[in-house]
């Protein structure tokens, strides 16, 4: 399962950070952390086993965000997270983040993407493995606050910035407000992904369609219990960045052996299958690939076509598509 050639769709940067990592920014930039021993930060940084919700989910990510306040930390963070990933032979990933989460220490949009986007280079430098960033507006912020990140985002588009998200918390019927964020995004030319269905009902995942134009959905493991959700992104072939462990932690899904990836992909729904969050969630996606090919048999024809899926799912270029479909 580790030397299977992989790609990576949906991956938080600050749900990915490697413990150790943390102590050692906290260490150089002086920032105040509950302990410096590395046990206790995966304590802290790891979800536990009787996570109720995708909100108590979301607090880990408070201790990471503190020590991704300045241009090193985070070009540092998103070069081990290639430099992890390209270990189990991901050739490929979208690296997903909210920029307004690290300006608390001045730094500007701008300055917060470019070095994301330098971190991912100089891991492309060294390994045998792409990347492309993914710009994150959190639900819980303003319209305006939105239309920052797409306006700074916008001189990277396909410089190494290939679409724009919403994620966060999750209200029934978030898309109506982002409305003017994504349509701004889709006339500069991002490519759109919404986060829907994880913690609420079909319906957003019909809205993040339909409204904000969204060719793939974060999650969307809800379109199982509604029909015209699941029957619209069937018809409309829009990909699935499905994350098994996390929603098994959130409770968006309550068993791995209910879990719809296999299900959806028998029945012609393009999934992809992907982490979430590395350090949050304690896995690597060689676990999700192995738990889920175990549970349902699923054989390595069935991979190929998972995977050859995958790459078309991509926001990468056709030179990029090419190179991976090289590999399986
Ligand atoms: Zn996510």
Known sequence: MRKLPKIELHCHLDGSVRPQTIIDIAKRENIEIPSYKESDIKELVMVKKDCTSLN?????????????????SLKQIAFELLEDAQRENVKYIEVRFAPLLHTN???????????????????????DIKGNVILSCLRTMSVEDGLKVVEAGKK?????????DLAGCEEERFCNKFKPVIDKAREYGYNVTIH??????G????????????????????????????????????????????????KAIDDFN???????????????????????????????IDLIFRKFNINKIEYKNIYLNTVEATFSDEETKNWLKSFI
């Open 156 to 164: 990277f588009i396909n410089k190494g910035v290939v679409a724009i």
């Open 105 to 127: 220490k001045g730094l500007s949009v701008e300055e917060i993407i470019q070095s994301v986007i330098d971190g991912i280079k100089e891991a492309q430098n060294i390994y």
């Open 56 to 72: 108590e989910y979301l607090e880990k990510f408070d201790l990471p965000n503190k020590v991704m306040q300045s241009k090193e």
């Open 203 to 250: 319906q957003n995942v019909i809205d993040a369609i339909n409204l904000l134009g969204a060719k793939r959905i974060g999650h969307g493991v809800r379109i199982k219990d509604m029909k015209e959700a699941y029957d619209l992104v069937k018809s409309n072939k829009v990909y699935l960045e499905m994350c098994p462990t996390s929603n098994i932690q959130t």
């Open 258 to 288: 209910n879990y719809p990836l296999y299900d959806f992909y028998k029945d012609g729904i393009y999934v992809t299958l992907n982490t979430d969050n590395r350090t949050v969630s304690n896995i690597d996606l060689t676990n999700e």
């Open 196 to 201: 829907a269905g994880e913690a609420a009902s």
